[in-house]
């Protein structure tokens, strides 16, 4: 017999991230793919040690601690508990993790540098709550600080998207279902696990390059630049500040 047990809400990342299913799902993007990222963001930002450094949605902190232990000061926060709970347990600083939500945090001290990585913007329902989440972002940095925000291409994954998926993890093999409806790229995730069916969806709101300079501007920042993964690989970045 198969109790159905569907975790389906308003707030679908409140619940998800939560999960040891969102991170078994998720499982190659690891250390290794972390500390990958960071040496050519720190390369490509001309990171020194002096510099701190906000992880927003940091998650289990995979990211920020690879960057603290190679001596950065680095703070973390995300909504999830078990996400910061974790991170504390693994961090030399368990003082600078905190749990809170994006749009309303204060840090004890504002930041030279914040990350919002791994496509951890644009889930809220309406425009509003996306710009109370970036004015936040620059309330908490410096004068001339700087903000690096990690978003899909929509033109690209509208063009690669690959509507059905199975993902064989260690605690289930997930079923994606990837589509963009009402504006959001969206991804339901279906799996079985102790006998329990599980339906999760992910949705992301489908802003464009155009509509994300508009909003980031309203938050009061300057495009700098603007990157893509194949000019991270060859290192070919330039940033005037």
Known sequence: KILLFTMIQKDWFASWFNTTFYHDLYSKRNDDEAKGFMEYLSFCLKWNHNVTILDACCGAGRHALYLESKGFQVYGMDLSE???????????????WFISDVRSFRLPNQVDFALNLFTSFGYFENDDDHLRMLKT??????????FVLDFPNLSFVQSNMKELE??????????????????????????????????FEEKVMAYDQDQLRKLLERAGFVILNVWGYRDWETKEISLDR
Do not use: W
């Open 82 to 96: 078990n996400n910061i709970l974790t991170a504390q347990s693994l961090s030399r600083h368990p003082e600078r």
């Open 137 to 146: 972002m620059n309330v908490n940095l410096k004068n001339n600080g700087i």
């Open 166 to 199: 199975i993902i064989k993890g260690k605690l289930a093999d997930y079923e994606i279902n990837r589509g963009i409806h009402q504006g959001k790229i969206v991804k339901r995730i279906s799996f079985v696990s102790d006998d329990k069916s599980y339906c």
